[in-house]
Structures are given as C-alpha cells and as structure tokens.
C-alpha cells in the first residue's frame, strides 16, 4: 500500500467511528445493567412481539459473540447474540425489539429493505476490489484510467450501500420502540433507556456512512493525476 497525502482525509472519519463505537458500547453496557420490571428476556421480548404481531414463520435463536444479534430474511430468523437473548436488561429488550423491527419490514415489502439486500454482493466486492484497482492504475500508465474509473465505480456501490443502510436502521429503531411501548414490555423511564441504546446504534451507521464517503474522495483525489 503506497501512502498518498490524501490519506490524511479519512483521519476525522477514523475518529468518528471510534467514538460511535465507544458511544455504542458504554451505552449498551450501561443499560444491560440494569433490569427491566417485567423482568423479560431479549428472547421473550421478540416471541412477544412476533406472536403479537400475528408473524409465526420467525423463529428467535441465539448466536454466538456479543452484538452479533440479526435478523436473517433468508432463514426467517431472529438470531440474538447469547447475553441479549437471556438478559432481562433494557438493552436487551431494545435490541430485540430492533432486530423485530427489521422482521416487519420484511413482512410488510419495505422496499429499502430490498435495496440493502440487493446491494450487499457490491458492497463486499468494492469494498475491497475498488481501492486496490484505483492504486494499480496509478501504476499501469496510459491503460491506468480505465482500472481507476472501474475500482470507483465499484467503490460507489459501497456508498449506496451505507446511505440505504441508514433508513432501514432507523426504521427498524422506531418500530421497536413502538412495539416495546404499545405492548408495555417496557415502563415508564425505560423507554427513555431503549432509545438511548438504539440512538447510540444508529449513530454507528452514520459514522461508517460518512467514512465510507470520505473513502470515496480519497479515492478521486488519489486519482487526479493531472
């Protein structure tokens, strides 16, 4: 990897999601301290809401690691990382709550949804095939514009990725916390608790959004050669 002054753009976008993500854990294992008074686990939050939305096709499993907590479409799903679905804690009731969120997107076609999942194979091939083919065509002389134009027109694939990613998150963020007040799985003060655990998630998705942005400038202006 050659170094390019340019590289220095994604240094505020580098902090940025260092703090999203030291944002995200303190939130988390702040409010995974404390109990909620139903004393529902993430496992029941979600069955709870599922059976009370009429949706009996989702099965809730756990997975393993902390924060791995999804929801897979393909295999119907709700997977909720070990402690999220045992815990009895607000966090872990938001986060359920959440990945059910993205279940009734999927139920009711919400169409960004789609997108999202449509653009996943560009994402992961430009991600990582777009910045190496803009570097090689710095190097390939007069054949070098044709390799940079395409690794950015991969890279830009990425960024469609992201900026689709941030209203299917927040979506599903303000369906949870709909469902965890309309059904009373939460009380009082402790919906403020949820939402500071899904606001701090959310942001994730906007840091990485915006580095992924800053990727793609980094790349144009590596590129400019005249």
Not at 18 to 29: E, L
Not at 52 to 62: C, G, H, K, L, W
Not at 150 to 171: N, R, Y
Request: proline share 4%.
């Amino acid at each position: 990897m050659i170094f390019h002054p340019s590289y220095l753009i994604l240094l505020p976008g580098m902090a940025l999601m260092m703090w999203a993500q030291f944002k995200v854990q303190s939130t988390y294992r702040k409010y995974a301290e404390i109990p909620s008074s139903l004393g529902m686990t993430g496992a029941q939050v979600a069955k709870t809401i599922l059976q009370r939305m009429a949706v009996d096709n989702v099965t809730v499993e756990p997975v393993a690691g902390e924060l791995t907590d999804h929801y897979d479409p393909s295999a119907k799903a709700v997977r909720l990382s070990e402690v999220v679905y045992n815990s009895t804690s607000l966090a872990a009731a938001a986060v359920a709550a959440h990945e059910c969120g993205h279940v009734l997107q999927d139920v009711q076609g919400y169409q960004p949804m789609n997108w999202r999942a449509a653009l996943v194979p560009a994402a992961n091939f430009g991600s990582n095939l777009g910045p190496l083919l803009v570097i090689a065509g710095l190097f390939l002389g007069s054949l070098g514009g044709i390799f940079i134009n395409i690794g950015i027109a991969l890279f830009i694939g990425v960024i469609l990725f992201h900026v689709v990613t941030l209203p299917v998150e927040f979506d599903a963020s303000n369906r949870a916390l709909k469902l965890i007040d309309q059904f009373g799985i939460l009380q009082g003060e402790e919906n403020r608790g949820a939402r500071k655990v899904l606001n701090a998630a959310a942001f994730t998705y906007v840091a990485t959004a915006l580095y992924a942005v800053l990727q793609l400038v980094q790349l144009l202006l590596m590129s400019n050669r005249d």
